[in-house]
């Protein structure tokens, strides 16, 4: 079983709209969590990283959210624009270990 | 460099063939690693160097996957007698400092491998 759930698999939005993106973990010991974006053909980009102590997090349009408690994050997408379209990566680190758990990703597409 | 920079960044061959991915970290990142992505699917970890050294390789699918790094820079990925199955995407990431810390880690574009 994946140590990181993404949901929705994917979905689309009009332009300008809000979406929310969730990301469910049960890595542990937790260290630290990441959204990557994905652009089609193209390598992840960091949107944000966040450590335990840390609830919530801004890039821009972007914003995190994360319950260490409940080990659930969100990434929120504001004024959804084109350019959004892509995959978001839910990334989880834990204390110790080298090796990230990714989740599949969220694929979206904002349409006009 | 300014980024990660991989090549070739697309690579078709034959089944049987031998391939070889390079990746030139950016420039005083000690941490390597490389991914493979299949399409609709997560990353998957395949091996990280520390400087030249490789303390995990037990991503790696099969002994016909290897990797080396000299010169704490430049790696090579190589894939021997490629199968179907290689098919995909082959992701390079380096950092300042190992992932179980906060580094932040930077991906090359990737090189998109098709094994007909």
């Known amino acids: 079983k994946n140590q990181v759930e993404q949901s929705p698999q994917s979905l689309i939005i009009l332009e300008g709209k809000n979406c929310t993106l969730q990301?469910?973990?049960?890595?542990?010991?937790?260290?630290?969590l990441r959204w990557y974006k994905q652009d089609t053909g193209r390598g992840p980009v960091s949107l944000t990283i966040?450590?335990?102590?840390?609830n919530t997090k801004s890039n821009g349009r972007y914003t995190a959210t994360l319950d260490a408690d409940t080990k659930q994050s969100s990434l929120h997408i504001t004024a959804s624009q084109l350019s959004d379209s892509a995959s978001y990566i839910c990334v989880v680190s834990a204390y110790g270990n080298n090796r990230l758990a990714f989740g599949k990703g969220n694929q979206v597409v904002v349409i006009p | 460099g300014a980024g990660v920079s991989q090549s070739p960044s697309n690579k078709v061959t034959e089944k049987g063939k031998d391939v070889e991915l390079r990746c030139d970290p950016i420039?005083?990142?000690?941490?390597l690693y490389w991914y493979r992505q299949s399409l609709g699917q997560g990353l998957e970890f395949l091996i990280y160097?520390?400087?030249?050294?490789?303390?995990?390789k037990s991503g790696l699918p099969s002994d016909r996957f290897s990797a080396e790094r000299t010169g704490g820079s430049v790696s090579t990925l190589t894939i021997q007698r490629t199968q179907q199955e290689d098919s995909a995407v082959y992701l390079c990431a380096s950092s300042l400092g190992l992932q179980g810390i906060s580094g932040e880690l930077f991906f090359g574009e990737g090189s998109r491998l098709t094994v007909l």
């Open positions: 966040m450590t335990f102590s840390e």
């Open positions: 420039s005083g990142h000690t941490a």
């Open positions: 160097f520390q400087g030249n050294s490789a303390p995990d």
């Open positions: 990301c469910n973990y049960t890595v542990s010991p937790f260290s630290n």
